[in-house]
């Protein structure tokens, strides 16, 4: 199997998290903010019950040393994250490794540490977070899978299922997707709309 999947949500709670992995998503990433490491280490225990013997691979997004000590096998890290992570450590701990870039200099960062994917975004203009980097616009999705070659390329920022289509077509392996599914009227039906059309590599 691929990792991540074609379809790949990001959410920021257990919540969330149990709602997507019964209904067979195969990755989804967790995304909460601000936590200490002792709060960090309770909700990725309680995460990795809820996808345990499941279909479900769990992302943990940036609290890598979490990551390692509750036995994690994904992580996922932005550049500001990966100034203080130990990425040999989570190598030895058999954790693969996604990596955020937005710009040619955060690209070649990541390149350095051989991630297991790369992400580009924000793709299309986002409204959940500021970002200081402005949309990249589809055309730079067949740039950085150029550059990148092998390695898969997780497109992510205010994408939709209706741009999934034209940005798989040009080079994306994956789309990452918050919005998409936490604000859809129908989430469920929102989800099954991506797995049935997109599930897993074509």
């Not at 979490?66 to 890290?77: P, R, Y």
């Not at 693969?96 to 790369?118: C, F, V």
């Not at 959940?128 to 898969?152: C, H, N, S, Y």
Request: net charge negative; hydrophobic share 45%.
């Amino acid at each position: 199997m691929q990792h991540p999947d074609r379809f790949y949500p990001v959410v920021d709670s257990i919540a969330w998290l149990k709602r997507l992995t019964a209904l067979g998503v195969g990755t989804v990433q967790l995304r909460a903010k601000d936590l200490d490491h002792d709060d960090a280490v309770a909700l990725m225990r309680e995460a990795l019950e809820v996808t345990h013997g499941t279909g479900t691979n769990l992302v943990v997004n940036d609290y890598w040393r979490a990551a390692i000590e509750v036995g994690a096998k994904h992580v996922h890290l932005g550049q500001e994250d990966l100034v203080n992570a130990d990425v040999k450590a989570l190598y030895r701990a058999n954790i693969t490794l996604g990596l955020s870039t937005h710009d040619e200099d955060e690209l070649e960062t990541a390149l350095k540490h051989n991630p297991d994917y790369i992400a580009l975004g924000p793709i299309f203009p986002t409204t959940l977070k500021v970002m200081r980097f402005g949309p990249q616009g589809i055309p730079r999705i067949a740039e950085w899978k150029k550059r990148i070659g092998d390695t898969p390329l997780v497109a992510i920022g205010g994408i939709t299922f209706e741009h999934a289509r034209e940005i798989f077509e040009a080079g994306a392996d994956s789309i990452a997707v918050v919005s998409d599914v936490t604000k859809a009227k129908d989430p469920d039906a929102r989800v099954n709309q991506w797995l049935h059309a997109f599930h897993h590599a074509e």
